[in-house]
């Protein structure tokens, strides 16, 4: 299983749950202080771990944009994978499948961005759009008995104009890890618990723990917050992260094979087309989280 880094820059803003001797002491806290930890989850806009994977080649030569239209002379078509589903991250929180779904049919402004940085200055990319594949775990290396999983994609135009650094590490398949922003709007706790005062949160753990691609983290901890329902912001190329498995696959590029030869079962368009601080009872001034 691929392990987590941690960026304390990037997750500075972000819900952190303290270490325990024992897992009662953990179960105490966390059943007496659900509703605040809960609370300031969802007050902050935050960062998520960031997943480490680069673009698939680029085809300098194409020039066709995914719904047909024309690239221009200086411009790139990127399809980054922005977060995973099923993935317990560094602050023990799991992105549930179609938890990002609002915002797609939204249709809600979001932005390609880089390192989190909100100017105008630091937009990369143009008329984004969020989608949702399915991708087997063979594609990112990770062992697990989930075999498949949700990914969040975004689509973008890259043009060169916009920057022209950073349009040249995507032409040159440079990026290899991206972070969303993002607000969570309804979580819930789950706990491997057998006391019957904990009946709902071991309840909550039954019906999603299955989905949990790295049970290894959830097991080791006997918690995790399931993300029901968020709403997306941005998503950002950036350096380095917590999360290994967001990076960037370009539909003007070559088309890559996955494992045995399969495309991912999907819905999405095309399917040759792939990719916390203490928790506290009273929640901080609202502000932008950023989830890799």
Known sequence: MNGLKTNANINKMRVKIPTFADKSALFAY???NEAGIIKQKKSLPIKSDIFEWGCLPVNKKSRVKDD?????????QVDAIANLSGWCDSYMDVMIKDNWNKTISDKAIVYHLKNHEYSTDDIVGKDPELYT??????YFGITSDVTKAQALMMRSIVPKEYDKKTFALYRDNQIKQHSIGLRYIQ???CLDSTLEEDAVYKKNWDKYYPIVINKDVVDTYHYFF???ESQILENS????GANKNTGVYST?????????GESPDDDCPDEDDLE????????????????N
Not at 68 to 76: C, K, N
Not at 133 to 138: A, T, Y
Not at 277 to 290: H, Q
């Open 68 to 76: 047909g239209s024309m690239l221009g002379p200086d411009e790139i």
């Open 226 to 228: 399931a993300v029901i």
């Open 133 to 138: 594949k399915v991708l087997p775990m063979e």
């Open 276 to 291: 916390e601080e203490k928790a506290a009872d009273e929640a901080p001034p609202k502000k932008i989280i950023y989830y």
């Open 252 to 260: 003007t590029g070559k088309k890559d094979k996955l494992a045995d």
């Open 237 to 240: 190329c950036v350096l380095f």
């Open 30 to 32: 966390l059943r007496k």
């Open 187 to 189: 979580i819930v706790l």
